[in-house]
């Protein structure tokens, strides 16, 4: 992309100069176009915020309800003897299967849709980015602990989620207990806590002071290098994030939430000391890294960079999903040896650990906090010893989770006091005209100026 863009301007510039001295009224009628575009440009950046295209929150919502379905699909699929290569795949095809079924006419002018992040399927002790070529696969067990982690995107607009399962488990016959019960359910209460403190005003550090409180009672630990991103069109890693833990060489600056900001919020704790290091396994996945570029020598390289800027020019991709698997693992070296591609390397706690996970997004409102995909838990198949006695974190975890009611009244109970209900709104793909009436309304509000997707300065188990 950089280097076809130096390339345009180039040619660009030396057109100019030829036609200057025969037509300079063509000359500066083709620089008041320039400026025309870019002055459209800017105001389409402009736009692409809630307060001024409230149709942005439907693709949103859109892309969420596509990562739950396929969530619930993949699933379905980890039973004991599933291969996981197997899953992945199916799960990435899924996704690629329910986008083309959205905003398929040619007046949503949605341009391209399609995988955010690719199927991974991370079992016990293993982190995260676990999307294995066939042929280093594995298959799974029963009592296996396993994180699936997806994500899709519509026109840019990103929705992730993940959720943590236990191979086998019933409620009446095989409850989960022990170390695994408990990472599970520190993980899903932190979880919790993250998305009733994910609100206008509220910093980043309360969110990672609560992760560290609940994760105390359970007595384990917030795995270090887990970022919760806030995420913009074609920027799955924004700038603003919460940390999972904050140490001696790991922090973020603080700052304030802010409406019309959407967050992916990522739980990641384990029962070891959260320290994962890299593991002996093929990394897999991958993201193009837009600041560099260079010009690849050999030819199964250019073929793979080709496929890779033609269908993740932005999102994060695993290679296991390449039908040419030659050009891939060749393109996939020479590629790293000059920096274009950013790594989602394959980390692990100790074996005998075990790691949960759980992910969703959410959108800061005007009218309170829309947690877009919340995946169903059943806390009846975990059984524990521990209980929370934490005042503090009770009242959190009681707090209602979801949007407040309308405020001008209109939906306010008509008679004495009924207790509020702690459910999360169903998103819709296609936003009420009321909501987007009041969506418009309510937003009086600048929004920051769009950030280039970069490394933030903490090396992140997820960049």
Same mark, same amino acid.
């Given at each position: 992309v950089s280097t076809q863009s130096t390339w345009g301007y180039q040619i660009f510039t030396g057109i100019s100069w030829q036609m200057e001295p025969i037509d300079k009224k063509k000359s500066k009628k083709k620089e008041k176009e320039e400026e025309e575009e870019e002055g459209s440009e800017e105001e389409e950046e402009?736009?692409?915020? @809630?307060?001024? &295209?409230? !149709? %942005?929150?439907?693709k949103y919502r859109s892309a969420a309800i596509i990562t739950s379905d396929v969530l619930k699909f993949v699933i379905g699929l980890c039973i004991p003897g599933a291969d996981i290569w197997e899953v992945c795949q199916k799960g990435d095809k899924k996704i690629e299967e329910e986008v083309g079924k959205v905003y398929t006419s040619k007046k949503s002018k949605v341009k391209e849709k399609g995988i955010a992040f690719p199927t991974c399927i991370n079992v016990n002790e293993v982190c995260g980015h676990f999307s294995p070529l066939k042929d280093e696969s594995r298959k799974l067990v029963e009592g296996d602990l396993v994180k699936i982690d997806l994500g899709c995107? %519509?026109?840019g607009f990103i929705a992730q989620i993940a959720h943590t399962i236990v191979i086998g488990a019933d409620k009446a016959a095989k409850k989960v207990t022990a170390k695994k019960a408990e990472v599970v359910l520190a993980a899903r209460n932190c979880y919790?806590? !993250?998305? =009733?403190?994910? /609100?206008?005003g509220n910093l980043n550090t309360q969110i990672t002071k609560m992760i560290g409180q609940v994760s105390a009672i359970y007595k384990v630990s917030p795995v270090e290098g887990v970022l919760s991103h806030r995420v913009k069109k074609h920027m799955i890693d924004g700038d603003d994030v919460i940390i999972n833990k904050t140490t001696t060489d790991q922090k973020v600056e603080e700052h304030k939430f802010e409406k019309f900001e959407v967050y992916?919020?990522?739980? %990641?704790?384990?029962?070891?000391?959260?320290?994962? /290091?890299? +593991?002996? *396994? =093929? +990394? +897999?996945?991958?993201? =193009?890294a837009l600041e560099t570029s260079y010009s690849l020598k050999l030819k199964h390289s250019r073929s793979f960079f080709h496929t890779v800027n033609l269908k993740y020019p932005t999102?994060? @991709?695993s290679i296991a999903s390449f039908e040419d698997g030659t050009s891939a693992r060749v393109g996939v070296a020479e590629c790293i040896n000059h920096d274009l591609l950013h790594i989602y390397p394959i980390l692990a706690e100790k074996s005998g650990e075990f790691v949960a996970q759980f992910k969703a997004t959410a959108v800061l409102l005007p009218s309170g906090t829309l947690v877009l995909n919340d995946y169903p838990f059943d806390k009846e198949l975990y059984e524990t010893s521990i209980k929370i006695e934490d005042k503090e974190?009770?009242?959190?975890? &009681? !707090?209602?989770l979801g949007r407040k009611k309308d405020q001008k009244g209109k939906d306010k109970p008509k008679t004495g006091k009924q207790e509020q209900k702690t459910e999360?709104?169903?998103?819709?793909?296609e936003a009420k005209a009321e909501e987007k009436k009041d969506v418009a309304k309510?937003?009086?509000?600048?929004? /920051?100026? *769009? *950030? &280039?997707? +970069? &490394?933030?300065? %903490?090396?992140p188990l997820y960049v």
């Amino acid at each position: 992309v950089s280097t076809q863009s130096t390339w345009g301007y180039q040619i660009f510039t030396g057109i100019s100069w030829q036609m200057e001295p025969i037509d300079k009224k063509k000359s500066k009628k083709k620089e008041k176009e320039e400026e025309e575009e870019e002055g459209s440009e800017e105001e389409e950046e402009e736009e692409e915020s @809630f307060e001024k &295209n409230p !149709a %942005i929150l439907d693709k949103y919502r859109s892309a969420a309800i596509i990562t739950s379905d396929v969530l619930k699909f993949v699933i379905g699929l980890c039973i004991p003897g599933a291969d996981i290569w197997e899953v992945c795949q199916k799960g990435d095809k899924k996704i690629e299967e329910e986008v083309g079924k959205v905003y398929t006419s040619k007046k949503s002018k949605v341009k391209e849709k399609g995988i955010a992040f690719p199927t991974c399927i991370n079992v016990n002790e293993v982190c995260g980015h676990f999307s294995p070529l066939k042929d280093e696969s594995r298959k799974l067990v029963e009592g296996d602990l396993v994180k699936i982690d997806l994500g899709c995107h %519509i026109d840019g607009f990103i929705a992730q989620i993940a959720h943590t399962i236990v191979i086998g488990a019933d409620k009446a016959a095989k409850k989960v207990t022990a170390k695994k019960a408990e990472v599970v359910l520190a993980a899903r209460n932190c979880y919790e806590a !993250a998305l =009733r403190l994910l /609100k206008e005003g509220n910093l980043n550090t309360q969110i990672t002071k609560m992760i560290g409180q609940v994760s105390a009672i359970y007595k384990v630990s917030p795995v270090e290098g887990v970022l919760s991103h806030r995420v913009k069109k074609h920027m799955i890693d924004g700038d603003d994030v919460i940390i999972n833990k904050t140490t001696t060489d790991q922090k973020v600056e603080e700052h304030k939430f802010e409406k019309f900001e959407v967050y992916v919020i990522d739980i %990641i704790l384990s029962t070891g000391e959260g320290k994962p /290091k890299d +593991t002996e *396994q =093929r +990394t +897999t996945v991958y993201k =193009r890294a837009l600041e560099t570029s260079y010009s690849l020598k050999l030819k199964h390289s250019r073929s793979f960079f080709h496929t890779v800027n033609l269908k993740y020019p932005t999102m994060p @991709f695993s290679i296991a999903s390449f039908e040419d698997g030659t050009s891939a693992r060749v393109g996939v070296a020479e590629c790293i040896n000059h920096d274009l591609l950013h790594i989602y390397p394959i980390l692990a706690e100790k074996s005998g650990e075990f790691v949960a996970q759980f992910k969703a997004t959410a959108v800061l409102l005007p009218s309170g906090t829309l947690v877009l995909n919340d995946y169903p838990f059943d806390k009846e198949l975990y059984e524990t010893s521990i209980k929370i006695e934490d005042k503090e974190v009770l009242d959190l975890l &009681n !707090a209602p989770l979801g949007r407040k009611k309308d405020q001008k009244g209109k939906d306010k109970p008509k008679t004495g006091k009924q207790e509020q209900k702690t459910e999360i709104p169903v998103p819709k793909v296609e936003a009420k005209a009321e909501e987007k009436k009041d969506v418009a309304k309510e937003a009086k509000v600048e929004t /920051k100026p *769009q *950030q &280039n997707s +970069t &490394n933030h300065p %903490i090396k992140p188990l997820y960049v």
